[in-house]
């Protein structure tokens, strides 16, 4: 890994967007291709969803529609302990998906004035799974679960087909498992496309009001490209973690950090802050030997030293804090002693994960929290998805009589103010005799 020595320098926020190590952004040509896409998508449909998935993955589909014996063929033939930790992940990710649902709240400002905040479920929601490299059935569980939680009523999952047309059957069976029968094997900017504009011909595919879930360059770039049309919860980038660590941390258990986020792809970010030589020591001594014995050792190799990783020195955990919040990660590990004072210092982390024992992979799998987060700096300003993510607000305004006439003034005085006088009006008429 490479080492960022940033001791005894002025971490401000615009040293540290400069310095801190980062994937490379999407190239504009990306976008260019996936736009021509999409516009393809919209003309041609079903047939041409089909000839993208045949020319990208190399399946030529007879069907795009996953019929709903083979959602209750995948459930059937699911390995037992499988399903057993995807009811354990539902279970726990539903508890903290309740907690989050917000309550109405109606507003009295004096006698007949009230407004009231409305929560309301985004209606149809398109539910993204990607596939490729791995499998991720857990992500249809961080989809699912606080859409199905925030009320939305439809709910359709988009992944990629495999070799015999159908996305991975433990994604099919944990759609199953969670009750959704609308699922369509079409994976990529086409899918992206198919969700936001519909599908009205070969195939049936109503236009959603809202598309979420990770995906490669090419689905964050059409989500991108959609999102005038259709609500999306975030533009993903490569995934990531930032570890701040002192120099009581195990090394054993901060290298096998950083090598399970490398796993994931070779554009994955692994950050290490410290402020201790002897834990880069230690913690360079552990990855030497971790690394070799890891099943996807050439992805880790590449992702561990790669521009977007890099152990980065710093002079005192003051300085390690100011780090982390300017690289505003998707996953922050904190591994120091008082480990929870400190994490109640991480202000931009998209999750933060407290001390030994809780890994990021918890959080992947079955910590209850949500593993769908901002990327590339965006949890200074953004959040994972959750709850809220599938939730509008709107407010109620109930004014009676003497309510409006208790403003009315105020409110003839502003429209003057602005030289609108028809909205100053549009009171005043109410009470004229």
Not at 42 to 65: C, I, N, P, Y
Not at 223 to 250: C, F, H, N, W, Y
Not at 376 to 402: C, E, N, P
Request: charged share 20%.
């Amino acid at each position: 890994m490479n080492i960022l020595d940033f001791r005894g320098e002025s971490l401000s926020k615009r040293f540290l967007k400069q310095r801190l190590p980062r994937a490379a952004e999407a190239h504009a040509d990306v976008e260019r291709r996936v736009a021509d896409l999409l516009a393809e998508v919209q003309t041609g449909g079903t047939r041409a969803v089909k000839d993208f998935t045949k020319r990208f993955d190399s399946v030529e589909l007879e069907s795009v529609r996953v019929p709903a014996s083979e959602l209750k063929r995948a459930e059937d033939e699911l390995d037992p302990e499988v399903r057993a930790a995807l009811i354990e992940s539902i279970a726990r990710a539903r508890k903290v998906a309740d907690d989050q649902r917000p309550a109405d709240v109606r507003t009295e400002l004096s006698s007949g004035a009230h407004v009231t905040t409305r929560h309301l479920p985004i209606e149809r929601v398109g539910l993204y799974v990607p596939g490729g490299l791995a499998v991720y059935p857990s992500t249809v569980v961080m989809n699912v679960v606080p859409a199905q939680t925030a009320g939305s009523s439809s709910l359709a999952i988009a992944s990629p087909p495999q070799g015999n047309g159908l996305p991975h059957p433990t994604v099919l069976a944990t759609a199953h498992i969670l009750g959704i029968d609308e699922v369509w094997a079409m994976g990529g900017a086409q899918a992206i496309g198919a969700l936001a504009f519909g599908l009205d011909d070969e195939e049936q595919v109503a236009p959603v009001d809202l598309i979420t879930g990770p995906g490669n360059a090419y689905v964050a770039a059409a989500k991108s490209l959609v999102r005038s049309q259709v609500g999306i919860d975030a533009v993903a980038g490569p995934t990531e973690i930032i570890i701040l660590a002192d120099e009581t941390a195990d090394p054993a258990f901060v290298a096998a950090d950083l090598i399970s986020q490398a796993e994931h792809d070779e554009l994955a970010a692994s950050v290490l802050v410290t402020d201790s030589t002897g834990l880069v020591d230690r913690v360079r001594s552990e990855l030497a030997a971790q690394v070799p014995s890891a099943h996807h050792r050439e992805r880790i190799d590449t992702a561990l030293s790669g521009r977007q990783s890099a152990i980065v020195l710093v002079d005192d955990l003051d300085a390690g804090i100011q780090v982390v919040n300017g690289y505003a990660g998707e996953h922050v590990e904190v591994h120091t002693a008082e480990a929870h004072a400190v994490a109640g210092r991480i202000t931009n982390g998209g999750a933060v994960f407290v001390g030994d024992w809780a890994p990021v992979s918890l959080g992947d799998y079955c910590a209850g929290s949500n593993h769908v987060l901002p990327t590339m700096g965006t949890a200074a300003h953004g959040s994972g998805l959750g709850v809220h993510s599938f939730i509008k607000v709107s407010q109620v305004i109930d004014y009676d009589r003497s309510a409006l006439a208790e403003v009315a003034e105020h409110v003839e005085a502003l429209a003057a103010s602005e030289q609108l006088p028809a909205h100053g009006r549009a009171v005043s008429i109410r009470f004229e005799e």
